[in-house]
T-cell receptor
Framework: EAQVTQNPRYLITVTGKKLTVTCSQN?????MSWYRQDPGLGLRQIYY???????DKGDVPEGYKVSRKEKRNFPLILESPSPNQTSLYFC??????????????FGNGTRLTVT | LAKTTQPISMDSYEGQEVNITCSHN???????ITWYQQFPSQGPRFIIQ???TKVTNEVASLFIPADRKSSTLSLPRVSLSDTAVYYC??????????FGAGTRLTVKP
């Protein structure tokens, strides 16, 4: 089954403790992206990647890092989490090889709480 | 990158047709318009996409005027299960993809 898999689904941590949220897709997609969602603010893009070893900042990159060493994986790293990073996070991917704008496929989300 | 503007919320009743309009005044020549639906605690899912005129699939229609500065998502005969947040996204193939705040649709019995 074609899917985007995020882990963990729920995570509670303390301020300053480094964490990684993993994202993996099995559709051979070139493009991957991370979003955070907060009440009343919709989906805001954190980082995106056009392909392996190519990443770029979205709207709210501060406090986050990403890497794209393999096509299928796009982990989100919080080196020193703070309470304002408490949010619902989504990973998404899409293919870019077709002639039209192929839609994004989303994971089921990771709810992060930083105390 | 074109910025989108949608109504924050809309209410409707079961069986009615719902039209949600998205404004994207700065849309570029090669941008496509895509709509997504999101239920609570789930990732958004693709509904429909278009470039110009009208597109229809099994769940919705998308109307795009000639100037492409806006688009309207039309949901025929909505049911309670259509209660969700709907996002309009305008993006060039391969470009970063930024969502607006979305429209929260509430369908009442």
């Amino acid at each position: 089954e074609a899917q985007v898999t995020q882990n963990p689904r729920y995570l509670i941590t303390v301020t300053g403790k480094k964490l990684t949220v993993t994202c993996s897709q099995n559709m051979n997609h070139e493009y991957m992206s991370w979003y955070r969602q907060d009440p009343g603010l919709g989906l805001r893009q954190i980082y995106y990647s056009m392909n392996v070893e190519v990443t770029d900042k979205g709207d709210v990159p501060e406090g986050y890092k990403v890497s794209r060493k393999e096509k299928r994986n796009f982990p989100l790293i919080l080196e020193s989490p703070s309470p304002n990073q408490t949010s619902l996070y989504f990973c998404a991917s899409r293919g870019t090889g077709s002639s039209y704008n192929s839609p994004l496929h989303f994971g089921n989300g990771t709810r992060l709480t930083v105390t | 990158l074109a910025k989108t503007t949608q109504p924050i919320s809309m209410d409707s009743y079961e069986g009615q047709e719902v039209n949600i309009t998205c404004s994207h005044n700065n849309i570029a020549t090669n941008d496509y318009i895509t709509w997504y639906q999101q239920f609570p605690s789930q990732g958004p899912r693709f509904i429909i996409q278009g470039y110009k005129t009208k597109v229809t699939n099994e769940v919705a229609s998308l109307f795009i005027p000639a100037d492409r500065k806006s688009s309207t998502l039309s949901l025929p005969r909505v049911s309670l299960s259509d209660t969700a947040v709907y996002y309009c996204l305008v993006a060039l193939l391969g470009n970063d993809m930024r969502f607006g705040a979305g429209t929260r649709l509430t369908v009442k019995p």
